[in-house]
């Protein structure tokens, strides 16, 4: 029987959290495009932003025993939105702001990721400094920590 992969369902986990954002639920937002990969922000159609990509997930991994390992995750998440006003940079800035915190409340409404992660933690928010109008990006670096048994071949 196969192992359950920790890792794909922490980054699962990831991507549900961040497509249940809703103006409903309080969120300055509705979630438009969210996905695991990463799409350049010019081939996101209007109707999909602000958009979330879950880009890519670098790990850092230990060993515990022969079989076991434990892994620290940084997972890339690429936020994208658009302002139809390109010439007004300051609400363009607003939106982003506004869709980087609806995005780091949904990941912290669950640190353990459905229980397969022992911690989920924000590392760091990088943004495009203004270079994108009449878009705004930013990248949040979610650390999640696991443990999980090596593939027994069997």
Not at 16 to 41: D, P
Request: proline share 2%; net charge negative; with cysteine.
């Amino acid at each position: 029987m196969a192992n359950t992969d920790k890792r794909d369902l922490i980054l699962d986990n990831i991507k549900t959290a961040i497509s249940g954002i809703t103006t409903g639920g309080g969120y300055n937002f509705t979630a438009g495009e969210v996905e695991r990969g990463l799409r350049h922000i010019e081939e996101v159609p209007t109707d999909k932003f602000p958009a979330a990509y879950i880009a890519g997930a670098d790990e850092k991994r230990e060993n515990i025993t022969n079989k076991k390992f434990k892994s620290i995750m940084t997972v890339s998440v690429v936020l994208y939105v658009e302002y139809a006003d390109a010439n007004n940079i300051a609400e363009l800035g607003r939106s982003l702001s506004k869709w980087i915190q609806d995005v780091t409340n949904a990941i912290y409404n669950d640190i353990t990721r459905g229980g397969y992660s022992t911690f989920t933690e924000i590392e760091d928010v990088i943004d495009d400094k203004g270079v994108l109008t009449p878009y705004a990006g930013a990248e949040i670096l979610v650390s999640c920590d696991y443990r999980a048994q090596y593939a027994d071949g069997g």
